[in-house]
């Protein structure tokens, strides 16, 4: 657990990375780290399955609706 901002660092940046080239990493990459923040914070508090649970739905959901957005106003 102590080593999750790290992960989140660097799964962010790879995130970024695979959504194009090094510019996405700022695009994708910096929402890819909010939504682990997003995950870490909700998933940590309690540590049991309904947590995260409720994590991965919230993070889904978020993650769906920067999609929505992205699409309807490209």
């Given amino acids: 657990r102590k080593f999750w901002p790290l ?3 660097g799964s962010s940046i790879l995130f970024g990375l695979v ?3 090094w510019g996405n990493i700022f695009l994708q990459g910096v929402g890819g780290l909010l939504y682990c923040i ?3 914070v909700m998933s940590v508090k ?3 399955v309904e947590s995260f649970v409720k994590a991965l ?3 889904t ?3 769906a609706m920067y999609n929505l957005v992205i699409t ?3």
Avoid: E, K, M, P
């Fill in 19 to 21: 959504h194009g080239r």
């Fill in 38 to 40: 997003v995950f870490g």
């Fill in 72 to 74: 309807y106003y490209w």
């Fill in 61 to 63: 959901v978020l993650h």
């Fill in 7 to 9: 992960v989140a660092v």
């Fill in 57 to 59: 739905i919230t993070t």
């Fill in 46 to 48: 309690d540590a049991d």
